[in-house]
């Protein structure tokens, strides 16, 4: 079972008006100076993949600056190298994106982010350090991306769920303003719950395995001390109608729904502290990296296939021991694709099994393979 | 400044009132119409003023109508005791088009939306109840649109009739027919799933 990537091309994507790439199974290592665009190609990939960029809302900002679209191509290689499968993204702020996957119309945006191009990514950016460290929405928003991936139908109840809750809130609102009455409270109670329960059932579900492979993998990047994951409930699946009811009086005083998962949040724990509140920088970012290393063996746990790791600069921060034991983790993935400013961080024991791709100014300079296996 | 003579500019201004027609397209049905020839122009302006002032909703049904009562209101062939619910006259036409239903109509017009300011006041909702009990209907069947807002309406209704003897059912919704299963999208075919039936 290797599902990798193996050649990207980009138009008018970011800093690339035309670019190739060439990539390997196993690691595979992005290097130049800063600035010219090694975060803009793990970005292309997971825009490829999922068909919507991870890093930014203002999707427009991907279009290279004075044009007016961006294409992404892929080449996924499924299960052995015969069997590829294309896919691209045409994308033109304000229009509908166009998918395709091996030339024909792909399926909708939600189905396509739900592993439609038959691969899926696990990614890191610098900024995703406010897993931990930021707002519950930021905890939400993991949650929500890694179950989406895997099942349309979560996907669904998300945003049907927002829907129900938006409608829900503006009659809160024309409730307590005088507008409308009482009446259809109830109705939209129910609403929101039928969605509602969808997306606590599959929060529910991820999180005990989530907090296996987490503590696992946090007890290697840090050391013994006992490190866990706890969702933290406005409301749980038993009470939700009930406790819904008893909210009217708040929730119309407010003009907001005040329980459900839209405002769930989960606790990262270590050592029995909670690392939002407490946590040093140092923490927070290997406590993110491990619900990152979570996430590819959830996904390798619900589909039987690797996800393509997409880490962006997480070399830097890290000590020599723990950059040692990445590379590792990284080589024997069935893909990750990483990027640096700096080779030197890397044995070249490492280096000689990697792709090495080169970047400059929005070019591709080179990919060298150096005996990478197979 | 206008750029066109005024009666021009308001022909624009009043088309492109119209849903799916945008300044250009209004622009240019204005032209047509005005280099056209006068009698399709008062053809269309007078079947503009005769479906205004002869069209209006069934008293009882709110489906549009020339008479007091509609057509299928007045048919006593069908079936008296069932009505289905539908948000819009147009939706009337497309269930006749099935052949398969042969009970009475009620337009909503319309559905629950708290975000565009749609209470159940501002629907035929209370008319539908007191039709119910005066026509002793025996089911209705809601066929409001498989969105959250038509859902929500569905269901408000349901629950406005939960004390009264009325079977209130809904359209089922999954599969079409004579497709291919690996076609489906997979929304449509989850919801077929957990609605799946025994044989």
Redesign the interface.
């Known amino acids: 079972m290797t599902v990798y990537l193996r050649a990207l091309r980009l138009v008018n994507f970011r800093n690339y008006a035309d670019a190739t790439a060439l990539l390997s199974p196993g690691l595979n290592i992005i290097v130049g100076d800063n600035a010219q665009g090694k975060t803009n190609l793990l970005e292309a990939i997971s825009f490829t993949v999922t068909g919507s960029t991870p890093r930014t809302p203002r999707e427009n900002e991907v279009v290279r600056w004075g044009e007016d679209f961006a294409r992404t191509e892929a080449r996924i290689s499924l299960d052995g190298s015969t069997d590829e499968r294309a896919v691209a993204i045409g994308y033109a702020p304000g229009q509908k994106k166009r998918i395709t996957v091996d030339g024909a119309p792909g399926p909708s945006l939600t189905n396509y982010a739900a592993g439609g191009a038959g691969a899926r990514v696990v990614t890191f950016f610098p900024d995703d350090i406010r897993v931990v460290k930021g707002a519950p929405a930021d905890r939400r928003e993991f949650l929500d991306t890694l179950l989406s991936s895997l099942r349309p139908a979560y996907a669904r109840a998300v945003v049907e769920y927002a829907k129900a809750v938006g409608q829900r809130n503006q009659l809160l609102r024309r409730i307590r303003d005088g507008f409308s009455s009482e009446r259809t409270l109830a109705t939209w109670d129910r609403k929101v719950v039928d969605f509602g329960k969808v997306v606590l059932e599959g929060r529910e579900a991820a999180m005990e395995p989530l907090e296996e492979y987490f503590r696992d993998s946090l007890r290697v990047l840090y050391g013994s001390e006992k490190a866990a994951i706890r969702y933290s409930y406005t409301t749980t699946l038993g009470d939700y109608s009930e406790a819904l009811r008893e909210a009217h009086a708040t929730d119309i005083d407010r003009g907001t729904t005040s329980i459900g998962p839209h405002r769930d949040d989960f606790e990262v724990l270590l050592g029995g502290v909670n690392l939002t509140m407490f946590g040093s920088q140092g923490q927070q970012r290997l406590a993110t990296l491990a619900l990152k290393f979570a996430a590819r063996d959830y996904v390798r746990g619900m589909v039987g296939e690797d996800p393509i790791l997409l880490f962006d600069d997480v070399m830097s921060e890290l000590d020599e021991s723990r950059r040692e034991y990445l590379a590792g983790y990284f080589l024997e993935s069935t893909q990750a694709v990483i990027s640096t400013t700096n080779l030197e961080y890397f044995g070249s024991d490492i280096l000689q099994r990697t792709r090495i791709i080169r970047i400059s100014g929005g070019s591709i300079l080179e990919t060298a393979t150096n005996g990478v296996r197979k | 400044m206008a750029t066109y003579a005024r009666p021009v500019e308001r022909l624009i201004t009043e088309l492109s009132k119209l849903p799916s027609i945008g300044p250009k397209s209004a622009q240019r049905i204005a032209f047509h119409i005005v280099r056209g020839r006068q009698d399709d122009a008062f053809g269309l302006a007078d079947a503009l003023r005769e479906v205004k002032e002869k069209i209006h909703p069934c008293k009882r049904c709110f489906n549009l109508t020339e008479a007091e009562e509609c057509d299928i209101c007045r048919d006593t062939r069908r079936d008296q005791s069932v009505i289905c619910a539908v948000e819009d006259p147009y939706d009337i036409g497309s269930i006749e088009r099935t052949g398969e239903y042969r009970g009475l109509y009620h337009v909503l017009g319309g559905a629950?939306?708290?975000?565009d300011?749609i209470?159940?006041e501002n629907l035929r909702i209370a008319e539908l109840l007191e039709r119910v009990q005066r026509e002793e209907t025996k089911e209705i069947v809601i066929a409001t649109n498989p969105n959250?807002?038509g859902?929500?309406t569905a269901?408000?209704i349901a629950?406005e009739l939960e004390d009264s003897p009325v079977r209130v059912t809904a359209l089922a919704s999954g599969l079409p027919v004579g497709g291919d299963l690996e076609y489906a999208?997979?929304?449509t075919l989850?919801r077929a799933f957990a609605g799946r039936r025994e044989l």
């Not at chain 2, 629950?112 to 975000?115: A, D, F, K, T, V």
Request: charged fraction near 20%; glycine fraction near 12%; hydrophobic fraction near 35%.
């Open positions: 629950l939306s708290p975000l300011g209470d159940p959250t807002t859902e929500a269901l408000f629950q999208d997979e929304v989850g």
